[in-house]
Each structure stands twice: as C-alpha cells, then as structure tokens.
C-alpha cells in the first residue's frame, strides 16, 4: 500500500498559530516617560505637600500661541504653537494680582513670556525657558560641570574597560545625585502647568528640560484661578 500523510489540517494549524504571534507580538516598543516621585510617608503636615517657598518657586504655565488680536489658537501645518508664561514667586508678588477690593491690579502681574526655545541653533547657547532655569539652578549645574569633567578626565575610574566605565558611570551618578540634594546650594523648586490648549508635546519637552537642567524638585499641578487671571489679564494687555 502506497502511504500517504494529509497535510491538509497543518494549513489551519499555522494559521493559527500565525494569527496567535500577530496579535501576542510587540511590533513597536511602547516608549514611556519614567518620572520620580518622591514618598508622602515620612511627611506630617501633607496640606504642605504642594508648598513651596517664594524664593524658590518658579510657576511655568504652556499655552498655545494666540493669533495677533483674536483669542484662536494660532497653528503651523496642523500643529498648535506652544507658548511659555511664567512667573517666580508668588502670584502677582506679595500684594497680590487681585486687591482688597476684588479689582484685577495690572500692575502687580508678574507674567512673563518666554520662547519655547531650548538653545541657538548656531552658537548652542541656552534660550528661551532653559535659560531661565539654568540661571536660577546656576550653582548645581556649575558642580555638575566640574563632575562631568572629572569623570571624561577618569576620576572616577578608568574608562577603557567596559567594567570600568560601568563603575565610573556609577560613581559619577552617585555624586550628581548628592549635588542635586545639596541643601546648601541655592536651586530652584518648578511648578509646571498647563492650559486645555497645550499641547502633550510641550509637556513633554519641559519635562526634558528639567532632566537636562539637573533640577532636583519638580512637579505638575493644575491651573488656579488666580493662574488663569493672570494669564487673561497678560493676554489683554498685549492686545491693547
């Protein structure tokens, strides 16, 4: 007798499984934005938690741009253009942006606007919002220039091996750490936040910009009344 094996059921088989490592498999890697957060455990008086203090605190607000004497969201090929606002300190300052007397004081609308601009394309220097915060983290970001040429210079260990440069990356990271929570040098605490209108994009890059800068307490916090004030009140005088 002739034999004869039917392969015909293998078909529906590797279908199967063909289907099954289609839908099971990761075509693109999720990419994710890690964020440390810092434990509330230790911490009594947690009405505190979002307390900073005015020396330290600077609010950045993300908006989009405005087109010229209208309040629509102005666009490039289909993209909002992000604007900054931002203001250190307390809100309209120690007097307070809104009186005694309920009236919007103009005067004391600390807001200002920044480019959304990282560094010159030319020359490299920091503008826009990263040169606002690497003047005020100036004195980290100066002891994490002096670690960083310690460590291409082998401070911390040799770096011709991949051991080596594995433990010098490590030592060099314990060190940045300890800078960053150095209580004695003078950093700033940022407040992020953001209007309905912003977009995700912005968020993300100030959330870089903060990685970039070195800067040690960061957070994102909703819009207050007295934020979107002053926020009107900036756009009303640029309007006038």
Same mark, same amino acid.
């Given at each position: 007798m002739a034999i004869r094996v039917d392969f015909t059921p293998m078909v529906d088989m590797n279908m199967l499984l063909i289907t099954?490592?289609?839908?099971?498999? &990761?075509m693109i890697k999720s990419q994710t934005l890690t964020i440390a957060l810092p434990t509330n455990e230790k911490i009594e008086n947690k009405e505190n938690?979002?307390?900073?203090?005015?020396?330290?605190?600077? &609010?950045?607000? =993300?908006?989009a741009k405005r087109k010229?004497?209208?309040?629509?969201?102005?666009?490039?090929?289909?993209k909002v253009v992000p604007v900054v606002y931002y203001y250190?300190?307390?809100?309209?300052?120690?007097a307070g942006i809104i009186g005694a007397d309920g009236q919007i004081h103009h005067e004391n609308n600390n807001l200002k606007e920044s480019e959304f601009l990282s560094s010159d394309a030319k020359t490299g220097t920091a503008r826009g919002?990263?040169?606002?915060?690497?003047?005020?983290?100036?004195?980290?970001?100066?002891?994490?220039?002096?670690?960083?040429?310690?460590?291409?210079n082998g401070g911390f260990g040799s770096l011709e091996t991949k051991e080596g440069r594995e433990k010098a990356q490590e030592a060099y990271n314990k060190a940045a750490s300890e800078v960053r929570k150095d209580s004695t040098l003078s950093k700033p605490v940022i407040i992020i936040k953001s209007t309905p209108n912003a977009s995700y994009?912005?968020?993300?890059?100030? =959330?870089?910009?903060?990685?970039?800068?070195?800067?040690?307490?960061?957070?994102?916090?909703?819009? &207050?009344?007295?934020d979107s004030v002053m926020v009107l009140d900036y756009r009303g005088m640029l309007n006038k």
């Open positions: 099954f490592f289609m839908l099971c498999t &990761t938690l979002n307390q900073a203090s005015a020396e330290d605190a600077v &609010t950045i607000i =993300l908006d010229a004497g209208s309040s629509e969201v102005d666009s490039v090929n289909g250190e300190g307390k809100p309209g300052g120690d919002i990263r040169e606002i915060i690497q003047k005020r983290n100036k004195a980290v970001l100066e002891k994490i220039t002096e670690l960083k040429k310690k460590y291409e994009e912005s968020l993300i890059n100030v =959330l870089d910009e903060m990685q970039i800068n070195q800067i040690a307490k960061y957070q994102i916090d909703n819009m &207050t009344q007295i």
